[in-house]
């Protein structure tokens, strides 16, 4: 019996006509024929027992994939501003796509099982599979087949061109005029975070100034009258590429192994690939920094995160110039990939919550700080708790109950999460069904649904208000957090910073957790009433709230938020200023160690 595999929806059926007309499920494989797709899942009409799915099978219990990941990702990043390392993240997440499939076939379904293995591919989108597959069916002495086809191409995710004005506007009134100052600090991240540091910075004497790809016409109202000036990249200027991927050493080349599938091939590819399409740009953001750097000698780097091209552009160039790196943290920590490793010299957190987690993830010790939560100094003052605190008496509820549920951004079928979130289109589908039907069950209950901000809509959620339309149910896209917490007696938050947001307001918050997660923040840590991953948890822990009153601590937990005795702005700038560079740990290169589990 042959296996058929497939590498995403639009490839399953009758293949692509001449005529390019789209595939729908109207010609699936035939009933009890083994079929697996690679991206996404089976609709519920097509499932039989003899149709899996990469996204079902390989979930938390593989969480060793996202370590691994990791590992690899840091050995090949060795070299600051060269390809590998200002493209870390997405090397993670492509890691993880071709490790899922390594990790099913010698940990979930031998291919010996099979009399050979056919791959439906998409031309010029798939060869990274089709290599994977090839070495698995050789070492089983499975015959392999590839059947390639014209599919959908990739959405193109090349950076849009600058508008001439902003372009303009950043040379007229940004600029890099020389203005050299023992305390010049260069801010680059979030305004909506950062913005409380840029105020305590001047109000402690120093110089800041704000590094943007391009020139960012609010910020620049905001700070104009106190001198803060923009430092401007306009990256989609870049032209020339002078980044190439890293060589691999022979050891190293013979370390990238999972299972007996080296990986080498296809990561070459990828960083090649990668590479001629962000080169030009990402070749002119670290020359722009490094002009910036050059005629201010900044003291310090401030950023949100320390992930993406940009921000790691910024710490390599800021260390090849003496200046010291700071993250303060910008969310919750759920996912590793974003948190850890660390290329920052600190990274400023919010409570012992924060810090403990990264220090479960790897994160050396004396490269944390706990500082407290700067966008709240103020928040904190202004917004009263809104539903009593831990040491007032339970009281059940009395009335009808109004329900807040803040969903997360949808995933993408085409760029695998980490294996420990496990958040697919399936487990999001179903994570989000089980509030819906739970919530339902709540006589005379009302339900407000609050979209992820970077969402405009959301099929999911569309669909189960249809289906639920005999609950009093409504979806809103936009307005500040805080506007919708009134009046709410319980929030459901899918692993979201403003889950935390709603508990600091001494809300009582559940934590959703998608079928088949794990790793996710424990929620005693972070002062939630509990995670629910199943129907039967949600109503349990929906009982705490509703009927014995559960009540949490809002701003009485420093361990959540540790803005308590000092204001945090006030804590990340002492920190910045007093860590002179003899205290920054070295960051030695990596040894090329790489773990398989």
Not at 18 to 33: F, Q, V
Not at 137 to 147: I, K, L, Q, S
Not at 238 to 267: H, K, M, W, Y
Request: glycine share 8%; proline share 8%; aromatic share 6%.
């Amino acid at each position: 019996m042959e296996l058929r595999v497939f590498a995403r929806h639009e490839l399953v059926g009758d293949l692509l006509s001449t005529s390019g007309r789209a595939l729908t499920y109207d010609c699936l494989p035939k009933p009890g024929e083994p079929t697996l797709l690679l991206e996404g899942s089976w609709p519920s009409e097509a499932s039989d027992g003899m149709r899996w799915s990469l996204d079902d099978a390989i979930d938390g219990r593989f969480d060793w994939i996202d370590e691994v990941a990791t590992d690899w990702a840091a050995a090949l990043a060795e070299d600051d501003c060269g390809a590998a390392y200002l493209n870390v993240l997405p090397l993670r997440y492509y890691l993880v796509k071709l490790l899922r499939l390594a990790a099913y076939f010698s940990d979930v379904q031998a291919l010996r099982d099979f009399d050979g293995v056919e791959l439906v591919a998409a031309v010029g989108r798939d060869r990274d599979y089709a290599d994977v597959l090839a070495q698995m069916c050789r070492a089983a002495g499975v015959p392999c087949h590839v059947r390639w086809v014209t599919g959908t191409e990739r959405a193109s995710q090349q950076f849009p061109r600058n508008a001439p004005w902003r372009r303009w506007a950043g040379q007229l009134l940004g600029g890099s005029a020389i203005r050299k100052s023992a305390r010049e600090i260069v801010l680059c991240g979030n305004p909506r975070l950062l913005d409380p540091v840029c105020g305590q910075l001047l109000r402690q004497g120093c110089r800041p100034a704000w590094l943007y790809d391009r020139f960012a016409l609010k910020s620049w109202l905001r700070w104009r009258a106190s001198g803060v000036r923009q430092l401007v990249c306009d990256s989609s200027l870049g032209r020339e590429n002078t980044l190439t991927p890293q060589p691999f050493a022979p050891d190293l080349a013979q370390r990238l192994v999972c299972r007996g599938v080296s990986l080498a091939g296809p990561i070459r590819r990828w960083m090649a690939e990668r590479t001629k399409a962000h080169g030009p740009r990402q070749t002119r953001l670290v020359e722009q920094i490094d002009a910036h750097f050059r005629q201010i000698c900044p003291q310090a780097v401030v950023l949100d995160e320390d992930a993406t091209p940009m921000a790691r552009a910024v710490v390599a160039v800021a260390r090849r110039h003496g200046a010291r790196s700071f993250v303060v943290q910008h969310g919750v920590p759920c996912c590793r990939f974003g948190f850890a490793p660390a290329a920052a010299d600190r990274v400023l957190v919010w409570g012992r919550s924060s810090e403990l987690q990264l220090l479960d993830w790897g994160v050396p010790p004396e490269r944390i700080r706990v500082t407290g939560w700067p966008q709240y100094d103020r928040k904190r003052v202004t917004v009263p708790v809104l539903r009593g605190s831990a040491t007032a008496t339970p009281t059940p509820l009395t009335r009808s109950p109004r329900i807040l549920l803040l969903a997360t951004v949808p995933p993408r079928d085409d760029r695998p999460d980490s294996v420990a979130l496990h958040l697919t289109g399936r487990s999001y589908a179903e994570m989000l069904r089980m509030a819906f039907a739970t919530v339902a069950g709540i006589d005379a209950v009302e339900l407000i649904v609050k979209l992820h901000p970077r969402t405009t809509d959301d099929p999911v959620i569309g669909a189960l208000h249809s289906e639920f339309s005999a609950m009093r149910c409504r979806v809103v896209r936009r307005g500040p957090l805080l506007r919708w917490l009134d009046g709410i007696d319980c929030v459901l938050s899918c692993g979201s910073t403003a889950g935390v947001e709603a508990a600091m307001a001494g809300l009582p918050v559940i934590q959703l957790v998608p079928p088949g997660a794990t790793g996710f923040p424990p929620h005693d840590r972070w002062g939630l009433v509990g995670t629910a991953r199943r129907a039967a948890e949600l109503q349990r822990l929906l009982g705490r709230v509703l009927v014995e009153g559960w009540r949490g601590h809002g701003w009485a937990d420093p361990d959540v938020v540790d803005n308590v005795d000092k204001p945090a702005a006030a804590r990340v700038v002492d920190e910045i200023l007093r860590t002179p560079p003899t205290e920054i740990p070295s960051h030695p290169p990596g040894d090329g160690h790489v773990r398989i589990r």
